[in-house]
């Protein structure tokens, strides 16, 4: 039987957040944050759910 996403109540609640503001990214920051903070401690670990978190903050944000 697979492990359970150390993450995925995080995910899940995203999903949930984003589609009762109209994807509203700002309307969602603090669930947002509280992803980000699950998979920085999830690095080097297995998390389909942190792939995409991970790659962002592995790249450098760049300025305009």
Do not use: H, T, W
């Not at 995910?11 to 949930?16: L, P, S, T, W, Y």
């Not at 944050?33 to 903050?57: D, L, N, P």
């Amino acid at each position: 039987m697979p492990k359970k996403d150390p993450c995925q109540k995080q995910a899940c609640e995203i999903q949930k957040c984003l589609q009762a503001n109209k994807y509203i990214e700002s309307r969602c920051a603090d669930v947002i944050q509280a992803m980000r903070k699950c998979c920085a401690a999830q690095v080097g670990k297995e998390s389909v759910c942190c792939s995409g978190f991970i790659k962002e903050q592995a790249v450098p944000e760049q300025k305009k």
